[in-house]
């Protein structure tokens, strides 16, 4: 069973107020603001998590992040996040506030920090989110977003310098997440044979994405799909993009140069397995050409959960 982000619809209005409800957070105000709403649904149609954006004239709040119980830990609350700050990227908001008294802990991931409620500005300080329907006593946050719309990535074959942030980019996802179906984080030397299975010709390669700040803030690798040898001219891609740099373009910049890199190998096919949900990597994969071709349900159990991968796959050369 998996779930879809998508926006919410003027019909699921009560069903968004349910979960809210059930998960006991103010309702108050929202039902204004369900056009920039962003919900999961899960294939039975059932409203399973939602993120509310609510925009003003110096800034954007974020309330009503909230998952279903039984989809918790699932990575529903990230992905909901994430679509919520692309949505105010995309409407150029040059900051995200946030109000939280149980999730102080979550929110920075994003890049949210905490601040005194008078540095918020006065027109999100109307919101009936500020005026009333959440405690003083509540903690404020801000995320913001200027000068992060259009970062530049320099993207080249990783080094070995750069085994330490690709080691911690990767445990993140590793101990967070079941996005990857490792299930403890590795040390640097034990990350080393993986780096060492990647070279700078030949099918397998390992790239890295370099910030204005010369940071290494993401990866892109092919790798052996399965080992016997008619498989040679098949890869498996995988991309990891460190948590705050997510939606601004890191990964397609990855994927761009990963797949010029790899046009004049002997491949012919790269595919793809992506455990659900994750609406980024589906979107990414989709815009770079790989077309579904199913879901293995149950392959992994984590977090004492079982999760199903969904497997995409492209020629190396796309036809036109
Ligand atoms: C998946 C990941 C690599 C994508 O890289 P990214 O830098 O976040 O994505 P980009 O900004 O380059 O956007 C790529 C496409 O995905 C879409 N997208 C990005 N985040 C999205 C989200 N949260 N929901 C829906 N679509 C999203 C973008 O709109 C874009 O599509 P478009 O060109 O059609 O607009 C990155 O989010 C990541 O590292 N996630 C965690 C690790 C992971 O999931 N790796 C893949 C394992 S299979």
Redesign the pocket.
Known sequence: MHAH?EAARPSDTDRVLDLLTRNRLPVDGLREHLATTTIARDETGEIVGSAALELYADGALLRSVAVAPQWQGRGLGH?LT??AI?LARDRHVPAIYLLTTTAERFFPQFGFERIERADVPPSVQTSVEFTSACPSSATVMRKSLEGTTMPRYTVRPATLDDLGALTDIYNH?VVN?A??FDLRPFTVAERRPWFDDHAESGPHRLLAAIDSGNSCV?YATTGRWRPKAAYDTTVEA????R?D?????????LYSALFECLAREDVETIV????LP????I??HE?FGFRSVGVFTAVGRKFDKLWDVEWFQRPLRLPG
């Open positions: 982000i992905a994430d679509a692309r996802y997440t996005i990857t993401g995988s991309v990891y993009c948590p740099v997510r939606g601004t373009g890191c990964g397609s910049a793809a397995g992506v455990s994750n609406p980024a990597s979107a990414l815009r």
